[in-house]
């Protein structure tokens, strides 16, 4: 199998690229999930978040944004002395944030539905046929992080957003010549 160049030869990652990475997701804590640790990822690699999503889970309640919207100051302090998961002040005050305005876009409709508004309900289908062809933004991702800004979200730049979308199906950025570009095509 040709993968894509990153998934390398960890077998983790290749899981990872295999049967995760790209395929459409429309679950909106799965989408709350993934924008979490997309934020936790900006300035580290993805692999060192893989290794960490399920102590990540447990640490965070299993990504229940309505348990996270609460956390005070002392459960914010746990998660810094919280060897298993990235200790970043900033980014976790971030997911406490990121959690209220969640709650907040549930009340109006879908997260989901907000998200994939971006690409008109259906993945985009990219042709890219080496790593350089892969932008770390597009004129998409910067719209989708300025809405997420409005929305008072955090740690989701434009880069951060093109990594959720690549992630979570909005785009397909497979290389060409990887197999799972075609399957995750069909999967649209």
């Known amino acids: 199998?040709?993968?894509?160049?990153?998934?390398?030869?960890?077998?983790?990652?290749?899981?990872?690229?295999d049967t995760e990475w790209g395929v459409p997701q429309f679950d909106d804590r799965a989408l709350f999930e993934k924008i979490v640790l997309e934020g936790f990822q900006a300035g580290l690699s993805w692999i060192t978040i893989l290794r960490k999503r399920e102590n990540f889970r447990v640490a965070f309640d299993g990504f229940r944004p309505e348990v996270i919207a609460s956390y005070d100051d002392a459960k914010q302090a746990a998660l810094l002395a919280d060897a298993g998961i990235i200790r970043n002040r900033a980014k976790i005050a971030a997911t406490v944030t990121n959690a209220q305005a969640w709650l907040a876009v549930m009340e109006k409709g879908s997260f989901s539905d907000m998200i994939w508004k971006f690409v008109d309900g259906k993945p985009q289908q990219n042709s890219r046929t080496g790593m350089g062809d892969v932008p770390a933004e597009t004129p998409t991702s910067k719209a989708l992080a300025k809405e997420l800004k409005r929305l008072g979200f955090r740690f989701c730049g434009?880069?951060?957003?093109?990594?959720?979308?690549?992630?979570?199906?909005?785009?397909?950025?497979?290389?060409v010549s990887c197999p799972r570009h075609a399957e995750v095509a069909a999967l649209a």
């Open 1 to 17: 199998m040709e993968r894509c160049p990153w998934a390398g030869d960890d077998p983790l990652y290749q899981h990872y690229h």
């Open 158 to 175: 434009p880069t951060t957003c093109y990594a959720l979308m690549q992630a979570m199906g909005l785009v397909n950025d497979h290389l």
